[in-house]
């Protein structure tokens, strides 16, 4: 089982200006890393986390661990990502509140909180490229992540292509939707309005109640409606409730007892300014000079990250090889719970970096 460790990279300077003095990311390994000529790492793979998740990619709830691993089925030997082949990387992103610097950081005795600068995708994968350094890993040989994980699987394929052997981007568009945009801004209001967030520089639990309903409402984008439909109905409980309401209940809790509300405010606002093309003449121009290969993939039934938005993907980047569609009855988390379907994508990504490098 892997062990969560923290490391300090030094200062950042940021997209959207200012400066962070001191950035660490807390991060896993599965796997041992194997040295090129060179002496660098030359067997590694980067697993990008979405909004709530963290490093722990694989291996069971713990002390330090209060969820098992959110890809357990992908990462071990003779799986996906194959740990007897493959050096696995996963960091816990700038922004976030499992050891990464962000709001929830403790400096002097106190949250960071409202102190903490505005972050974009391209200062979190900036962030992971410095832990790349710190691994002496020159060059990935494949990025893979779903949701925001795909942001930044993207941005690293458009942003440092020499890194990046291949990238296996899902269920993500290329530049956030109106649609996205104001689904996570009523998450954001659902913490801010919560008198309990203090400007955002609350001590103790904080603004439980609001981080709460932005849950519930995030997660009903997350699943389909036909599977709700399916699996709730109209089913009251004994105590009086709606079944899906009791459902909503039940993972609002859960993120509360995990995460950080100031953490889930600065990653959508990051994921709210994703934009691939945002200083490169759009998002053609910029989709279009990507060289790696990428593995585009969708979910039937996403209907926070429509399949339309993984098309213009696979249609604009010269590298894909068409858009890969998970059949799914569980909407946008079908990345994380077709286990099977996501890991034949990994193993094709895998086998596009190799072959890649090959003809290299």
């Known amino acids: 089982m892997s062990a969560r460790r923290v490391v300090p990279l030094g200062a950042l300077d940021l997209e959207r200006g200012g400066r962070l003095a001191a950035v660490s990311l807390a991060y896993e390994t599965w796997g041992l890393p194997r040295h090129g000529a060179d002496g660098t790492v030359a067997n590694a793979v980067l697993v990008l986390h979405a909004l709530t998740g963290d490093s722990h990619v ?6 330090d661990q209060p969820t098992p691993g959110w890809w357990n089925a992908l ?20 922004g976030g509140c499992r050891g990464s610097t962000g709001p929830a950081s403790i400096v002097d005795g106190r949250r960071v909180g409202s102190h903490f600068p505005e972050i974009t995708v391209r200062d979190q994968v900036a962030a992971e490229a410095l832990l790349a350094d710190h691994l002496g890993v020159t060059r990935f040989a494949a990025v893979v992540g779903g949701s925001m994980g795909g942001m930044r699987a993207l941005e690293w394929a458009v942003t440092l292509p020499h890194r990046v052997g291949a990238a296996l981007v899902l269920a993500v568009g290329a530049a956030a939707s109106a649609d996205q945009i104001a689904t996570q801004s009523a998450q954001q209001l659902a913490i801010t309005a919560d008198p309990a967030w203090a400007g955002g520089d609350y001590v103790g639990p904080g603004p439980v ?27 009251v409980q004994a105590d009086g409730r709606f079944a899906v309401v009791s459902y909503l209940d039940h993972h609002a809790d859960k993120l509360i007892a995990r995460f950080d509300a100031g953490a889930y405010v600065a990653l959508t606002q990051a994921m709210n300014t994703h934009d691939v093309g945002r200083d490169r003449g759009g998002v053609a121009a910029a989709l279009g000079g990507v060289e790696v290969p990428v593995v585009v ?7 926070l990250y429509p399949l339309r938005q993984q ?12 858009l890969h569609v998970i059949a799914s009855p569980y909407g946008h988390d079908g990345f994380l719970i077709e286990a099977d379907q996501v890991g034949e994508l990994v193993r094709h990504t895998l086998s596009r970096s190799l072959a890649h490098a090959g003809a290299g």
């Open 75 to 94: 990462v071990g030997p003779g799986r996906p990502l194959d740990t007897d082949r493959w050096f696995v990387v996963a960091a816990n992103v700038l």
């Open 58 to 63: 694989a291996g069971p709830a713990g002390p």
């Open 297 to 303: 993939g969708g979910i039937d039934s996403d209907r």
């Open 209 to 235: 109640r609001g981080l709460g309903l932005a849950r519930r409402l995030a997660h009903l984008t997350y699943r389909s409606e036909l599977e709700l439909e399916s699996r709730f109905g109209r089913t």
């Open 311 to 322: 098309q213009e993907i696979a249609a604009l980047v010269p590298t894909a090889d068409g």
